[in-house]
């Protein structure tokens, strides 16, 4: 009965304990069922393993075939197999995989031999036994994670790769996603970098290197830690010999080889042009057609509109105006009576701090602001900062609308900076008169030979008096009128014959995109634009009134060299041809005689435009145009609050050096495409430099005597004669009174003597600008 008992009770317990291996099974089969779905539903997927698409960089090219830049998370450039030494190849089998050739993705073998070396020294982590399929796997599709669940995800797409793929695109796939330090990824990358040269053209002892550093790029970086690369390097050769790729004769040879590394060619014109850069990666980032595309990762190909010669130039010319135009601000500005609007500038620079952004309380943010404040080192900098004189500086192929060089700023190399061509609003003072003459002889039946009273006159405008003064009284031909830039003539032309109205209409016709406030004033330049937009609106005079849009990009193409974004040329009529012929010929005397005679110090070809200064002399501007370019600069500062001290701030001295300086390298160049000495389709006749008299002769005239066939009168009385020293321009734009000149006399913009200002001595020749 006992014994009975006890087979009951057995049988109890092998019941008991078979139920609950079986649950224990069933548990650990649904764990293990779940840690699978885990790892499947990370693998790729087969649309990813056929289409893998690498980070690849964007390349930005200049017009005349330069690369300006790279956009990339990584630095990477793919390359076909061919195109790659057969040396890096058998470097890579023998190091890294010496039975590439016998497995399918995966060595069973390593894994065993692994995992004993493994055990024996307690680190799972110590030996690793991945193929170069495996890695392959690793750099493309999954993360560089050390987890057994990723390492299981590695092998299981390495057998995928291995079915989908030859051993050729495998070894082709994994030299151009391989990272070997210094942010070059892919065998493209690392050949210029380190060797300046081609990877078909990589030498036994090169490859070996480069493929030494992969097992650890930054430890077996040649240029930090030589003695480790040279020893690791022979080791691969050994390898490489004893594989049989190479003889043991040229083993010895490589190995007593230093390591040879070249500095890369300058491939990138990053530092000439870096606000033209930074300005189109903004404008791909608008476009519509490109959105499904990211500028880092899609290896796009972008053809730009720049010409690296004429940007150089362009670099050229601002530096050399500053160097010699800043010494002459900074001679005649002074603090001293400024401590009020030196302690506003020091307060906001302190506020743009990191210490005062990370700041938690308001008393901690005021505690950092007084430091701030009582640090000379600061002071000193922040007042360096606010008197640099700035620019913005564009030139267009009128024709075409493209832009051919652009200078954001004087630091040329930041393009992270402000770009002041594109991102600054700033009032262009007398640059906007000719919208104002030409909408007076489109809508008003003017000429140029027409007469305009230049007067002082008061009117009464939304309740208010707007007195502009500038000129002595008189009548006078819309020629000289702009040649002079006289205030009193542009006001009488936009409220006695033209209106706001149209002027705005003529303005937005032509390209400017900017709001204009519905005021007479705009007719001396109240309306704040952009350089790039009235820049490119001056474009429609020589172009015979037709508008071109500004382009900066000519097309785009995907990593394949399909063309995914090709930029439309927008053209339309904005101006009647007859009035635009009109503005070329008026403009011209601008330079030739006018405002803007700086300019003939340094370039005699045909050139027309106008000058412009505003408010104490905040902004000084030229914008102007020969038969094929169209150029404008702006000169001021980044705080409207500095300002020129005087008449040598005005935008013929200012700003229209530049612009000659420019233009004169640019016509001697013979590799480049512009000639012309005339604007074609001009009227012909003869010109005075004196201001038009409708009594005298027609064959003296300042004007084509076929001009005259529209709205001319030549039996008018003889207007009172404007002299060029008292044709003021637009300082004030509504100010009652013209600036005070200098106390020693200084003259004006129509005059070529020097403005006397410190330091202005220090380079005698610049004198007149």
Not at 381 to 401: D, H, L, N, P, R
């Amino acid at each position: 009965m006992d014994s009975g008992k006890r087979s009951g009770i057995n049988l109890t317990h092998l019941r008991s304990a078979f139920g609950i291996t079986i649950v224990l099974l069933s548990i650990g089969l649904l764990a293990a069922g779940i840690y699978l779905f885990e790892i499947l539903s990370g693998l790729p997927t087969l649309e990813e393993l056929e289409n893998p698409k690498p980070d690849l960089s964007t390349r930005i090219f200049s017009a005349d075939g330069v690369e300006l830049d790279q956009f990339f998370v990584h630095n990477r450039r793919y390359i076909p197999y061919d195109s790659i030494a057969p040396s890096f190849f058998h470097a890579l089998i023998a190091t890294e995989d010496q039975k590439f050739y016998d497995h399918w993705g995966v060595s069973v073998e390593r894994i065993l031999k692994a995992a004993f070396k493994n055990l024996r020294s307690m680190d799972l982590t110590k030996e690793g036994a991945s193929t170069i399929t495996q890695q392959l796997a690793r750099n493309i599709y999954l993360s560089q994670e050390v987890t057994m669940t990723r390492k299981l995800r590695e092998q299981f797409t390495a057998i995928q790769i291995e079915r989908t793929y030859t051993k050729r695109e495998i070894l082709e796939m994994y030299a151009n996603t391989v990272y070997f330090g210094r942010g070059a990824y892919g065998i493209q990358v690392a050949s210029e970098i380190f060797f300046n040269k081609e990877p078909e053209d990589l030498s036994i002892e090169e490859s070996a290197m480069l493929v030494g550093m992969l097992k650890a790029p930054e430890n077996y970086n040649p240029i930090t830690n030589y003695e480790k690369a040279l020893q690791r390097r022979n080791v691969v050769l050994g390898l490489m010999n004893e594989v049989g790729f190479i003889s043991g004769k040229q083993r010895s040879e490589a190995q007593k080889k230093p390591i040879e590394l070249r500095e890369p060619k300058q491939r990138s014109e990053t530092s000439i042009a870096a606000h033209f850069v930074e300005a189109v990666r903004r404008t791909l980032q608008k476009e519509p057609k490109l959105q499904k595309y990211n500028l880092y990762r899609d290896g796009l190909v972008i053809y730009t509109t720049i010409d690296t010669r004429m940007q150089r130039y362009a670099n050229q010319a601002v530096r050399e105006h500053l160097e010699y135009f800043q010494p002459v601000f900074s001679g005649s500005w002074s603090w001293g009576r400024k401590q009020k609007l030196l302690r506003s500038i020091v307060e906001k620079a302190a506020k743009n701090t990191e210490e005062y952004r990370e700041a938690l309380t308001d008393a901690d943010k005021e505690a950092v602001v007084k430091r701030f404040a009582a640090d000379p080192k600061f002071i000193d900098s922040v007042k360096k900062q606010a008197t640099s004189i700035e620019v913005g500086f564009v030139v267009i192929e009128a024709q075409t609308g493209q832009v051919k060089a652009m200078v954001g700023g004087n630091d040329f190399t930041n393009g992270r900076g402000l770009n002041h061509v594109t991102q600054i609003r700033r009032q262009p003072g007398s640059a906007f008169k000719p919208f104002v003459y030409a909408s007076a002889m489109q809508d008003g039946g003017m000429n140029p030979g027409s007469g305009v009273e230049t007067a002082p006159k008061t009117w009464r405008v939304g309740g208010t008096s707007w007195s502009p003064k500038g000129g002595k009284g008189g009548v006078v031909s819309l020629r000289s009128a702009l040649k002079y830039s006289i205030n009193t003539a542009a006001a009488r032309l936009i409220m006695e014959h033209t209106n706001t109205e149209n002027v705005i209409k003529l303005a937005k016709e032509m390209g400017i995109k900017s709001p204009i406030p519905n005021v007479p004033s705009i007719a001396l330049g109240t309306a704040e634009l952009t350089p790039i937009e009235i820049t490119a609106a001056f474009g429609t005079f020589p172009n015979n009134g037709m508008f071109v849009e500004p382009s900066m990009i000519t097309k785009v193409e995907d990593r394949y060299g399909n063309v995914i974004y090709e930029a439309p040329r927008i053209v339309h009529d904005a101006l009647d041809p007859k009035v635009a012929g009109w503005m070329v010929s008026m403009m011209q005397g601008v330079v030739d005689g006018g405002t803007a005679t700086s300019i003939r110090q340094f370039f005699s070809n045909a050139a027309a435009g106008k000058t412009g200064t505003t408010q104490d002399f905040a902004d000084a501007w030229f914008v102007g145009y020969t038969p094929e370019l169209v150029a404008g600069i702006w000169v001021g500062f980044d705080d409207h609050r500095i300002k020129f001290t005087g008449w040598y701030g005005q935008g013929g001295k200012a700003a229209a050096p530049v612009w000659g300086r420019f233009m004169g390298k640019v016509y001697k160049d013979d590799g480049l495409p512009y000639e012309k000495t005339s604007f074609d389709g001009q009227p012909k006749g003869d010109y005075v430099t004196l201001p038009y008299n409708l009594n005298v002769p027609l064959e003296n005239a300042d004007i084509p005597s076929d001009a005259l066939n529209v709205g001319g009168d030549p039996t008018r009385p003889t207007p009172s004669t404007i002299e060029p020293k008292d044709a003021v321009e637009a300082e004030g734009l509504e100010s009652s009174k013209p600036p005070t000149p200098p106390s020693d006399g200084g003259n004006n913009e129509t005059k070529d003597s020097k403005p006397k200002v410190k330091n202005l001595n220090a380079k005698k020749e610049e004198g007149g600008n």
